[in-house]
Nanobody, 119 residues
Framework: QVQLVETGGGLVQPGGSLRLSCAAS????????MSWYRQGPGKDRELVAT????????NYADSVKGRVTISRDNAKNMVYLQMNSVKPEDTAVYYC????????????WGQGTQVTVSS
């Protein structure tokens, strides 16, 4: 059974930091490109950060570039999103996504974790 379970969301003050975690199971983790998406109130889901190749190259949305870092641990089947200097506009539900590198129609989503940035 494929599972992506996100944790680490919560309430954080502007300027603070947060680390989201995604635990993957039920599929061969190394064969998948891992990404983080988010969906803010009244907004479409958008890509936040992703690994672009097996070599570990990353890509970030312009709105988070320099503040956010995606990382993965293939040994633990985990992917992380470190968020620093958070802003109120980072408020959203954050989703972990796994997309097969070769068969890109094969995609899995987690249930999401809420991040709220507010003082």
């Amino acid at each position: 059974q494929v599972q992506l379970v996100e944790t680490g969301g919560g309430l954080v003050q502007p300027g603070g930091s947060l680390r989201l975690s995604c635990a993957a199971s039920g599929f061969t983790f190394s064969l998948y490109r891992m990404s983080w998406y988010r969906q803010g109130p009244g907004k479409d889901r958008e890509l936040v950060a992703t690994f672009t190749s097996t070599g570990g190259s990353t890509n970030y949305a312009d709105s988070v570039k320099g503040r956010v870092t995606i990382s993965r641990d293939n040994a633990k089947n985990m992917v992380y999103l470190q968020m620093n200097s958070v802003k109120p506009e980072d408020t959203a539900v954050y989703y972990c996504n796994a997309q097969h590198r070769e068969f890109d129609l094969i995609r899995y989503w987690g249930q999401g974790t809420q991040v709220t940035v507010s003082s």
